[in-house]
């Protein structure tokens, strides 16, 4: 499985956006890249996916690299309820399977 | 509403017993899983399954067996050769290689 780099942790202030990167610099052509969430002592939920172009949707925004070795998952006003672990993960066009890293621990400062 | 329900969410047992833990989902999902999360760590999958009577193991199945009887129920039963079993078990399902999985809220094993 291609895998992928994320800094441990994070903070911000409320309101403010965030910018969580993630490497993935063996990404190959058919990887999308995925980012869920995890708030304690719940299971992840689903943010965002993409394969090359940027996206957008009501929870954040995934600007991807033109090479596709980086991304960033944008945050644009952070709450006290986006602070959760955030796991960038790159799942084959063919694949079923979801792998899990440590995340990136999210925390916003009221 | 649709979703995921994973039951019970607190659940103690004794060493050496084996313990069942209930999936049940009514998204009409092809394809369901079992992940194992430690304190401080990320996930890890267990075993899946992409079609009723088949599953795969995962990257830790040992101790761990699964059935797929029916499309909406993937029960995992935590085995006694299973050497450290207290931990976040996590249930996920997925359409046919679709891009989201949606997740129950957790059961949390403790073995004593």
């Known amino acids: 499985d291609a895998k992928t780099t994320q800094p441990n942790s994070m903070e911000s202030n409320e309101e403010e956006p965030v910018h969580l990167p993630c490497n993935h610099s063996?990404?190959?052509?058919?990887?999308?890249i995925h980012w869920y969430r995890q708030l304690p002592s719940q299971g992840p939920e689903y943010v965002i996916h993409?394969?090359?172009s940027n996206v957008n949707n009501r929870m954040a925004s995934l600007a991807i690299a033109e090479d596709r070795k980086s991304s960033t998952l944008i945050l644009h006003r952070a709450t006290l309820r986006d602070a959760a672990v955030y796991y960038c993960?790159?799942?084959?066009?063919?694949?079923?399977?979801?792998?899990f890293g440590a995340g990136t621990t999210v925390t916003v400062r009221a | 509403d649709g979703g995921i329900t994973q039951s019970p969410k607190y659940l103690f047992r004794k060493e050496g017993q084996n313990v069942t833990l209930s999936c049940e989902q009514n998204?009409?999902?092809?394809?369901m899983y079992w992940y194992r999360q430690d304190p401080g760590q990320g996930l890890r999958l267990i075993y899946y399954?992409?079609?009723?009577?088949?599953?795969q193991k995962g990257d830790i199945a040992e101790g761990y067996s699964v059935s797929r009887e029916k499309k909406e129920s993937f029960p995992l039963t935590v085995t006694s050769a299973q050497k450290n079993p207290t931990a976040f078990y996590l249930c996920?399902?997925?359409?046919?290689?679709?891009?989201?999985?949606?997740f129950g809220s957790g059961t949390r094993l403790t073995v004593v």
């Open positions: 996920a399902s997925s359409i046919f290689r679709g891009y989201g999985y949606t």
């Open positions: 063996t990404i190959s052509g058919t990887d999308y």
């Open positions: 993409g394969l090359t």
């Open positions: 993960i790159l799942r084959a066009d063919n694949d079923y399977k979801l792998s």
């Open positions: 998204l009409n999902h092809d394809a």
């Open positions: 399954s992409q079609i009723v009577n088949d599953f």
